[in-house]
């Protein structure tokens, strides 16, 4: 079954903490990204990844970082959360940028 | 800044009757368009997407219409069923896949 699998669904974790969320999928696929959604403002665009080792800075990636080593993983690394980051993170990938995008089951992230 | 968004943050609709989403995008250079339907709980999920060289396109129950002229696109859903509640995204990006945006949603309760 095609899928994009992110790990955790749910976290909790204090300010300060490194923490990493992972995301996996089996399509085959060079473009990744992630995004967070927040009420009223939409799904945002942390960072992207047009192929292995191709990462680029998507409309909110301060306090973010991600790494693309292998074509299915693409793991978003928060080094210091803070509280402003609690979100819910949604991983996406798709064939190439301009196409049909699947979505992880999302990450809700609390940072106290 | 760019930006998409929805005419109306909820819509409630009579199972059986037609449901339209409307969307206004205000980049001229958008060239694709898409639109996801987000399931409580779940991630976003691809419905149909349309470039702008066309004004139309059809898909299962779906009818996305775009209109470059006032720069608005919208969401047809024929004969509205129980598993049409959702949130309803739209988004657009220009031909590279650059300044791609969403739009806040717009939540479709459908009524028995």
């Known amino acids: 079954e095609a899928q994009v699998t992110q790990n955790p669904r749910y976290l909790i974790t204090v300010t300060g903490k490194k923490l990493t969320v992972t995301c996996s999928q089996n399509?085959?696929?060079?473009?990744m990204s992630w995004y967070r959604q927040d009420p009223g403002l939409g799904l945002r665009q942390i960072y992207y990844?047009?192929?292995?080792?191709?990462?680029d800075k998507g409309d909110v990636p301060e306090g973010y970082k991600v790494s693309r080593k292998e074509k299915r993983n693409f793991p978003l690394i928060l080094e210091s959360p803070s509280p402003n980051q609690t979100s819910l993170y949604f991983c996406?990938?798709?064939?190439?940028?301009?196409?049909?995008?699947?979505f992880g089951q999302g990450t809700r992230l609390t940072v106290v | 800044g760019e930006s998409v968004g929805l005419h109306l943050p909820t819509l409630s609709v009579q199972e059986g009757d037609n449901s339209i989403i409307n969307c206004a995008y205000s980049?001229?250079?958008?060239?694709?368009f898409i639109w996801y339907k987000q399931e409580s709980g779940k991630g976003p999920q691809f419905i149909i997407d349309?470039?702008?060289?066309?004004d139309k396109r059809q898909g299962q129950r779906v009818t996305v219409l775009l209109n470059k002229t006032v720069k608005h696109l919208s969401l047809q859903i024929a004969a509205t069923q129980p598993g049409d509640s959702a949130v309803y995204f739209c988004?657009?990006?220009?031909?590279?896949?650059?300044?791609?945006?969403f739009g806040p949603g717009t939540r479709l309760s459908v009524l028995p």
């Open positions: 996406a990938s798709s064939i190439h940028r301009v196409s049909e995008a699947f």
């Open positions: 399509m085959n696929h060079e473009y």
């Open positions: 990844s047009m192929n292995v080792e191709v990462t």
């Open positions: 980049n001229s250079a958008s060239d694709y």
């Open positions: 349309i470039r702008s060289n066309m």
């Open positions: 988004a657009s990006a220009d031909n590279y896949g650059q300044n791609f945006v």
